[in-house]
């Protein structure tokens, strides 16, 4: 005898979604992983030097020495005796030359305090450093 189907039984005959889904993410995260990407750049250009301009500005340039044991202080090599009079001779050379380019000398093991409290004196009087250089220690044998 043939039976019918019953009304509950229409469930059985949906097709189940999911997997189609699941494959159509994989294909989908897939193609988006492998798609070339144009990566963009930016080209930059660099400026050359001649060797007599870095010269020029060597001879302009005075160094401030940051010293590991005291004075902790020196222009030029020259040790200066304490903060106060270290503080006036900079502000002497400034005034007499404005266009004085400075170079901060630090050795490497100076006290940080010292480079602050230098640093905020010449933000402080509009000095301008163009460059600050570490002194590698000396090894001792």
Do not use: C
Request: avoid cysteine; proline fraction near 4%; hydrophobic fraction near 45%.
């Amino acid at each position: 005898m043939i039976r019918s189907q019953r009304a509950n039984d229409q469930q059985s005959f949906q097709v189940d979604l999911t997997p189609l889904l699941d494959i159509i993410f994989i294909v989908m995260v897939f193609l988006m992983l492998s798609a070339n990407i144009k990566l963009q750049s930016l080209e930059v250009d660099l400026p050359t030097t001649d060797s007599s301009a870095s010269q020029v500005v060597d001879d302009k340039a005075i160094t401030i020495n940051l010293l590991h044991q005291a004075p902790h202080w020196a222009i030029d090599g020259a040790a200066q005796a304490d903060w106060p009079t270290f503080q006036q001779k900079l502000i002497k050379i400034t005034q007499e030359k404005p266009a004085t380019q400075w170079v901060i000398a630090a050795d490497k093991t100076a006290d940080v305090q010292y480079m602050v409290q230098l640093l905020g004196f010449l933000q402080q009087h509009n000095i301008q450093a163009t460059q600050i250089l570490i002194e590698e220690e000396s090894s001792i044998n």
